[in-house]
């Protein structure tokens, strides 16, 4: 059996009311003060006696008793049940709405069957479906919170007695309606509050609505987002496994055969093991660059063809020692502006695609860069003849998954973040990014692979965490 926490308000008013600390309630039971003090929680019939039985007995029954009589009329969390009952005109209506509607949405599988006697006098039975009898203290407790209940429509409290002998305790309630009721002008001044006050909880559900909407799609943006960012660095830490796995091993190697007999250790043993060095280092510098680009600022505007020409300057040696020619074109436009940073988009979009031409192309082969601009869109691709990509690589670009690198033409090796950064910043700049791409095995001729980026020209500037 469940029991709504909307119940348990009047108990920890009543706690603070005598300067108690309210976390005693939860005393000898598994709950913590957080879970009752959640509105929209539930908790269960045991823990419900529990914590009704430890009221009583910490506070004092005739202090509690005195204070439910309140807490139920006063209480801040109850008070759109109060505007709802406040809109009625005799005390049996406030009665009534509660056995049959307020109270079933505190418990479960238990009713408050009301019954008029006479005017003045109505009978309220508490009823537990599966047959066991309430505890008296819940039914003391209640029976005080009816007494206060006539006072939300300015009547005076209600009495109670309470007939215990009975399979199913028996509250009774003895009040007096108001002859203002019957008064046509305190009537109507009475049915016009009622409507105000009718008016002012639905304009009040309605706005408690909006924000909870607001708030589910607030936490679900951050469970979203929370989600990518797991599955990004869960797939970091598998790449840089995989990426510093090789050179360790030629390392240990080198240096266990360094070790066995130095005479043996060759100029190409020393090669080798500076390559090794410098891919580790690399992998480490990707992995710095990488989380220091996301947190730029991309308020710049800049043209794209300026930022490609500064990303080829870093690449003079590598094009040089693999005889590769980048070859940068452009149309008749003078500029090719957009909106973002200049820094990010030269370092972790175009100097990762040049970087990655590079990394798959043969010796001797052709990189082509074009820029164009065309109906306010900025158009940039890169073109190589290499080794193509494998579909798994092409698949995970589509899905913006991490990829394992794969060694380059000359042995190259990298984080594998590579792509994942381009594809990152582009779509914070709101660029648009396709690939096609040919292996080399399916095709001796027309292999490669080129990328393509469209951006709008009145992109908005946004920063990046």
């Not at 823990?47 to 801040?76: C, M």
């Not at 998954?401 to 950064?421: M, Y």
Request: aromatic share 10%; with cysteine.
């Amino acid at each position: 059996m469940e029991v709504s926490n909307a119940t348990l308000v009047a108990y920890i008013d009543t706690f603070k009311q005598h300067n108690l600390d309210p976390k005693t309630l939860i005393g000898g039971t598994d709950l913590t003060y957080e879970e009752i003090v959640n509105p929209k929680g539930k908790i269960t019939w045991d823990n419900f006696q529990v914590i009704t039985n430890n009221t009583f007995q910490i506070v004092g029954e005739e202090k509690a008793l005195q204070s439910l009589k309140s807490t139920g009329v006063d209480n801040k969390e109850l008070s759109p049940l109060a505007k709802i009952v406040a809109a009625t005109v005799s005390a049996e209506t406030i009665y009534w709405f509660f056995c049959n509607f307020v109270g079933k949405l505190f418990y479960k599988n238990l009713k408050f069957h009301y019954q008029k006697i006479r005017k003045g006098h109505i009978q309220i039975t508490v009823k537990l479906n599966n047959g066991e009898r309430c505890f008296d203290n819940f039914i003391k407790a209640y029976a005080s919170a009816f007494e206060g209940f006539t006072q939300i429509i300015g009547l005076k409290p209600a009495h109670s007695v309470i007939d215990f002998n009975k399979v199913n305790p028996v509250i009774n309630l003895y009040f007096k309606n108001s002859i203002k009721v019957w008064n046509p002008i305190s009537f109507i001044g009475r049915l016009v509050n009622s409507i105000t006050n009718t008016t002012k909880l639905l304009s009040e559900i309605e706005d408690r609505r909006h924000e909870q909407i607001l708030l589910n799609q607030e936490l679900e943006l951050l469970n979203k987002n929370l989600d990518e960012s797991n599955k990004l660095n869960e797939t970091l830490i598998r790449a840089i496994m995989h990426d510093l796995n090789n050179p360790m091993a030629i390392i240990q190697f080198k240096a266990e055969k360094l070790k066995d007999n130095i005479e043996s250790f060759t100029t190409k043993d020393s090669d080798i093991l500076n390559r090794a060095v410098s891919n580790m280092n690399g992998v480490i510098s990707d992995l710095k660059k990488f989380h220091l680009a996301k947190t730029i600022l991309c308020e710049d505007n800049f043209d794209v063809y300026d930022a490609t020409i500064e990303a080829r300057v870093h690449f003079e040696e590598v094009l040089k020692e693999k005889n590769i020619q980048l070859e940068i074109t452009k149309d008749e436009s003078r500029y090719f502006l957009i909106k973002g940073n200049k820094t990010t988009f030269t370092n972790s979009i175009v100097s990762n695609l040049i970087s990655n031409a590079i990394k798959f192309s043969f010796e001797g082969s052709l990189i082509s860069i074009n820029i164009s601009k065309q109906n306010e869109l900025i158009h940039f691709s890169i073109k190589d003849s290499g080794t193509g990509m494998n579909p798994t690589s092409i698949n995970n670009f589509f899905e913006r998954e991490l990829s394992e690198s794969q060694e380059g033409t000359n042995g190259e090796v990298g984080l594998g973040v590579g792509l994942t950064q381009v594809t990152f910043f582009t779509k914070q700049m709101q660029g648009q990014l396709d690939v096609n791409s040919i292996q080399y095995t399916d095709d001796k001729v027309n292999h490669g692979t080129e990328f393509r980026i469209t951006f709008p020209t009145d992109n908005h500037s946004v920063t990046l965490h």
